[in-house]
């Protein structure tokens, strides 16, 4: 009971520590870039997410019968600063699902993409961009314990987008740079097994400009 009690207890301040370090980082590389900008707007976004963690192709070739296995979704804000060149900087709250045969990886996250981009045809656009990720919650069934590598990580957003006056839609494609394991631990504490984290999506987003 003491060894579980301690893991808790670092679990806790290490995700405190990462989730200020988070809202820094996001600071330090909006705030420039927003400040030397003359053209801004800002809205709300929301959307579907089809997720696989770790291996999406494999994840849709096994999930062809059932589409809806690992549909999830996100809501958040988003800034525009620039016209046909473009910063957009983003922050979402996102759920996720991973179906598996053992059960299921549900994921509570806060993403952050950084994107840039650029008008290639009237109101369509190109856009990409690293997005951080800090990691609010997991859950795997039938596990006491689900414990992420790391809260925080890095991966990439690339998609095109439509924009019509306040209205836009936009679909994407997120990745992980590195792999994130989350181990899951059996009753007596031993780790048992673990699985990729990394995002690995395909993200379909309704904006609505304020």
């Given at each position: 009971?003491?060894?579980?009690?301690?893991?808790?207890?670092?679990?806790?301040?290490?995700?405190l520590?990462?989730?200020?370090?988070?809202?820094?980082?996001?600071?330090a590389?909006v705030?420039?870039?927003?400040?030397?900008?003359n053209?801004?707007?800002?809205?709300?976004?929301?959307?579907?997410?089809?997720?696989?963690?770790?291996?999406?192709?494999?994840?849709?070739?096994?999930?062809?019968?059932?589409p809806?296995?690992?549909?999830?979704?996100?809501?958040?804000?988003?800034?525009?600063?620039?016209?046909?060149l473009?910063?957009?900087?983003?922050?979402?709250?996102?759920?996720?699902?991973?179906?598996?045969?053992?059960?299921?990886f549900?994921?509570?996250?806060?993403?952050?993409?950084?994107?840039?981009g650029?008008?290639?045809?009237?109101?369509?656009?190109?856009?990409?961009?690293?997005?951080?990720?800090?990691?609010?919650?997991s859950?795997?069934?039938d596990?006491?314990i689900?414990?992420v590598?790391?809260?925080?990580?890095?991966?990439?957003n690339?998609?095109i987008?439509?924009?019509?006056?306040?209205l836009?839609?936009?679909?994407?494609?997120?990745?992980?740079?590195?792999?994130?394991?989350?181990s899951?631990l059996?009753n007596?504490?031993?780790?048992?097994?673990?699985?990729?984290?990394?995002?690995?999506?395909l993200?379909?987003?309704?904006?609505?400009?304020?």
């Amino acid at each position: 009971m003491n060894y579980l009690k301690n893991i808790h207890e670092a679990m806790n301040i290490n995700s405190l520590v990462n989730k200020k370090l988070f809202l820094v980082l996001i600071c330090a590389m909006v705030t420039p870039l927003a400040i030397a900008q003359n053209s801004h707007s800002f809205g709300l976004k929301g959307g579907l997410n089809y997720n696989a963690n770790g291996d999406y192709f494999e994840s849709i070739s096994a999930n062809a019968e059932n589409p809806d296995r690992n549909i999830g979704y996100h809501i958040g804000v988003y800034g525009k600063f620039g016209n046909s060149l473009y910063f957009r900087p983003e922050l979402v709250y996102t759920k996720t699902k991973s179906d598996y045969d053992s059960g299921n990886f549900d994921m509570q996250k806060l993403d952050a993409p950084l994107l840039v981009g650029i008008k290639i045809l009237g109101p369509l656009s190109v856009f990409g961009g690293p997005a951080l990720q800090y990691i609010l919650d997991s859950d795997f069934e039938d596990t006491n314990i689900d414990m992420v590598a790391n809260d925080i990580s890095v991966g990439l957003n690339f998609g095109i987008g439509l924009n019509l006056n306040k209205l836009g839609i936009d679909l994407r494609y997120e990745r992980g740079f590195s792999e994130n394991e989350a181990s899951f631990l059996s009753n007596n504490g031993i780790d048992n097994s673990s699985l990729d984290t990394r995002p690995d999506q395909l993200i379909l987003s309704l904006s609505v400009g304020l």
